[in-house]
């Protein structure tokens, strides 16, 4: 009885083993001969962010990306020329999409967080980047960067 139990641990202990190593080191036996760049959606919510957007976004839809990606920005509800800066700077980048809500709407859940799942629905990729109106890329290789570190 010691004997089969003991075969049966192995057996057990070889089988966890091989899937560790499976997953650990899959990228060295890829036959792609490395990995695709990741699809992604960089979603950006901005409520009376005009000043912000202006200095900032272009910088974001100027990436040098390899792969296929898209800019939302949510406008949630803003009563400044946030919505007026988009549609320009949507004129000029094709990969921007904007999701406007109402000023008046009344939201389900509290906050920025009602912007950002109505970010979330609209995107168009399962890779999600989340960055703010008032923030400005590192470099034009932030997308790169941020999008294919982390898998």
Not at 85 to 113: E, N, R
Not at 128 to 150: E, F, V, Y
Request: proline share 3%; with cysteine; hydrophobic share 45%.
């Amino acid at each position: 009885m010691i004997l089969i139990s003991t075969i049966v641990f192995l057996f057990a202990t070889a089988v966890q083993l091989s899937y560790i190593l499976l997953f650990r080191f899959r990228k060295r036996f890829s036959t792609t001969g490395g990995e695709s760049p990741s699809i992604v959606s960089v979603i950006i919510c901005a409520k009376n962010e005009a000043r912000h957007l202006e200095q900032f976004l272009p910088a974001v839809l100027q990436q040098e990306y390899e792969a296929e990606w898209e800019v939302i920005v949510v406008n949630d509800g803003s009563t400044d020329e946030t919505g007026n800066v988009l549609a320009g700077l949507q004129q000029t980048y094709d990969h921007l999409k904007i999701v406007t809500i109402d000023p008046g709407t009344i939201k389900d859940i509290p906050g920025k967080k009602y912007a950002l799942a109505q970010g979330i629905a609209a995107a168009k990729f399962d890779r999600l980047l989340l960055t703010d109106a008032d923030c400005r890329p590192a470099s034009a290789q932030w997308l790169h960067n941020m999008a294919n570190h982390h898998k």
